[in-house]
Nanobody, 125 residues
Framework: QVPLVESGGGLVQAGGSLRLSCAAS????????MGWFRQAPGKEREFVAA????????RYADSVKGRFTISRDNAKITVYLQMNSLKPEDTAVYYC??????????????????WGQGTQVTVSS
C-alpha cells in the first residue's frame, strides 16, 4: 500500500495561485509515477498533470498547460502542483494518485492504483 495525503487546497480569487502537496508513504519504492486529477460536481474525474518518479517526465492536460506545474521532491517523497492564473472553472476536488505499474506519466486514471482523499480548490470570480 501507498498512502497518499494531500494538502494545500482552499479558496482563492480568479487570477490567484495555490500550491497543492501530496506526501506518499509506505511502499513508495514501487511507484513509477504520480499524477493529479480533479473532479467538479456532476462531472467525471479528469486528468490534470502527471510526472514520472525517476526521470521527471511530465504531462499536462491542455486546459492547464502554461498555468500549472507539477514537480517532485524525491527526498521527501512528495509531489507538488503549483497552480497559477486560476480560473473559476478550475474549481474542483483535486486528487493525488500513484502509479506502480506503468513506466510513464500516464493520463489514464485507470492506470493509477493508489489515491489520496482529495482536497477542495475553489476559485471565485
Amino acid at each position: 500500500q501507498v498512502p497518499l495525503v494531500e494538502s494545500g487546497g482552499g479558496l482563492v480569487q480568479a487570477g490567484g495561485s495555490l500550491r497543492l502537496s501530496c506526501a506518499a508513504s509506505g511502499r513508495t519504492f514501487t511507484i513509477y509515477g504520480m499524477g493529479w486529477f480533479r473532479q467538479a460536481p456532476g462531472k467525471e474525474r479528469e486528468f490534470v498533470a502527471a510526472i514520472t518518479w525517476s526521470g521527471g517526465n511530465t504531462r499536462y492536460a491542455d486546459s492547464v498547460k502554461g498555468r500549472f506545474t507539477i514537480s517532485r521532491d524525491n527526498a521527501k517523497i512528495t509531489v507538488y502542483l503549483q497552480m497559477n492564473s486560476l480560473k473559476p472553472e478550475d474549481t474542483a476536488v483535486y486528487y493525488c494518485a500513484a502509479n506502480g505499474m506503468y513506466r510513464s506519466a500516464t493520463n489514464d486514471r485507470h492506470e493509477y492504483q493508489y489515491w489520496g482523499q482529495g482536497t477542495q480548490v475553489t476559485v471565485s470570480s
